[in-house]
């Protein structure tokens, strides 16, 4: 059912048909990105981020994987009022990020830089409160970091996983995938299946754009279960 519905070209378009355009910055700047390649969200993710966005009015937002801003700007042009943290490694990525956000004004985005991994470390350690993740960085990491987002979200916080799917692979045997990719393969399974089992957390998948999974906490508890 699933699998239909993500390879029936109409029912994309026709989702794709309701999506407002963006502001003409927007649109440029997600047509800049396209054009050379960066990986930026689909537009098909828009609208769940979207509605998730409005319908919980986070103050504070953590973004995993900037890229060059995008995603940050979309989620900023949607809550003008909200702090949005977001964590990139590539120095160019960075580079080009921070000027997307100062030519449009995001004095509300903070661009911490390096590892994922080290940064959620160091947030976690100053004790600091999300009330909506996105996490769409290197996916065989979101295992290692789940502990750290977890902890950090606050009750009734949103986690908002990006391309848990794998291009539509996630629920093919894993011998059926190739070699190169049977790790990352395996790991998203991994961090699927810990995001249904853990405690605190209640899971849904989206069968959108590339699979989005949507995660809400419905627990005071910052304890990490590793
Ligand atoms: C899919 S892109 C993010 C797209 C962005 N969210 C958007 O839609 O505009 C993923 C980004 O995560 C970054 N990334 C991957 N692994 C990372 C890590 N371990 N720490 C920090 N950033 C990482 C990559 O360099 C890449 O720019």
């Known amino acids: ?75 900023s042009d949607l809550l003008p009022e909200a702090n949005i943290t977001t964590i990139e490694k590539v120095p160019a990525r960075i580079a080009e990020a921070k000027k997307n956000f100062s030519r449009l004004g995001k004095e509300q985005i903070q661009l911490l830089e390096g590892d994922a991994a080290d940064v959620l470390r160091l947030l976690f350690e100053e004790k600091k409160r999300y009330d909506f993740i996105f996490l769409d960085a290197a996916k065989a990491q979101y295992g290692v970091y789940l502990p750290y987002l977890f902890s950090m979200l606050s009750k009734g916080g949103l986690l908002v996983t990006d391309n848990v799917f794998q291009e539509s692979s996630l629920a093919d045997s894993k011998f059926t995938v ?32 590339d699979g989005m999974a949507v995660s809400v906490k419905q627990t005071e508890h910052t304890h990490t279960q590793e």
């Open 1 to 75: 059912m699933i699998a239909t519905m993500l390879q029936n070209p109409r029912i994309s378009d026709y989702l794709l048909s309701f999506e407002p355009n963006l502001s003409d910055e927007m649109e440029a700047f997600r047509k800049d990105a396209e054009e050379r390649e960066v990986p930026i969200i689909r537009r098909e993710a828009q609208a769940p981020l979207r509605f998730l966005a409005v319908l919980r009015q986070p103050k504070e937002i953590l973004e995993v994987g900037t890229a060059v801003g995008f995603s940050a700007c979309f989620l």
């Open 178 to 209: 190739t070699r190169r990719n049977r790790t990352i393969h395996m790991r998203m399974r991994e961090y699927v299946e810990s995001l249904f089992a853990w405690d605190g957390l209640t899971t849904v998948l989206l069968p959108i754009g």
